[in-house]
């Protein structure tokens, strides 16, 4: 089944101690991209990826990291969490041609207390 | 930067037809997607449109003016089932690369 896998769905985290949050798609997208989504803001792009080692940031990328290693594979990295990188982020994958849209995974709900 | 304007809520009558309008500024415009989004799931893809015109897919519809900034999606013959937000995404050129820029979203009530 062709899908975008996030892991984990739910986090509950203490201030400053490092997470990663993975996203896998099985699709050979090119695209890969990390959203949040916060109340009255709607989804922000934080960093998004154009092919293996090809990464730039998006409107929000200050507090994350991300690689692309693999074609497949866009990890999202908190070094330091703060509480107000609390949100629900999703992951996202299509092919450059945006023809068909993007996939979303699940999501992941992070909670930084 | 990038502004897209929509509205933030509307409601419409199970059967009607609705039309949910966006505005956007944007530098390097490369593309317009609707996409749906029910509570506490993620968005799920609804149309693209990169050139003027009406794209028509079932039920949905949606329509591009690149010289006005416009684009609207229609619902037509709403179903209970169509309660979502609706959220207009502009792709756009920076310098080589692609953004993607999601409005707040339009939240849709329809009611019996």
């Known amino acids: 089944e062709a899908q975008v896998t996030q892991n984990p769905r739910y986090l509950i985290t203490v201030t400053g101690k490092k997470l990663t949050v993975t996203c896998s798609q099985n699709m050979n997208h090119e695209y890969m991209s990390w959203y949040r989504q916060d109340p009255g803001l709607g989804l922000r792009q934080i960093y998004y990826?154009?092919?293996?080692?090809?990464?730039d940031k998006g409107d929000v990328p200050e507090g994350y990291k991300v690689s692309r290693k693999e074609k497949r594979n866009f990890p999202l990295i908190l070094e330091s969490p703060s509480p107000n990188q609390t949100s629900l982020y999703f992951c996202a994958s299509g092919f450059l041609s945006a023809g068909n849209g993007y996939t979303f995974g699940s999501g992941t709900r992070l909670t930084v207390v | 930067g990038q502004n897209i304007d929509q509205p933030t809520e509307m409601t419409a009558t199970e059967g009607a037809i609705v039309q949910i309008n966006c505005t956007y500024q944007t530098s390097g415009f490369n593309g317009l997607f609707w996409y749906q989004q029910h509570a506490g799931e993620a968005p799920t893809f609804l149309s693209y449109n990169v050139l003027d015109g009406l794209e028509e897919k079932g039920r949905f519809s949606s329509f591009l003016s690149r010289s006005k900034g416009y684009s609207y999606l229609l619902l037509k013959e709403l179903q209970m089932k169509d309660s979502a937000s609706y959220l207009c995404a502009v792709r756009s050129h920076s310098g080589g690369y692609q953004k993607v820029t999601f409005g707040t979203g339009t939240k849709l009530q329809v009611i019996p």
């Open positions: 990826s154009m092919n293996v080692e090809v990464t």
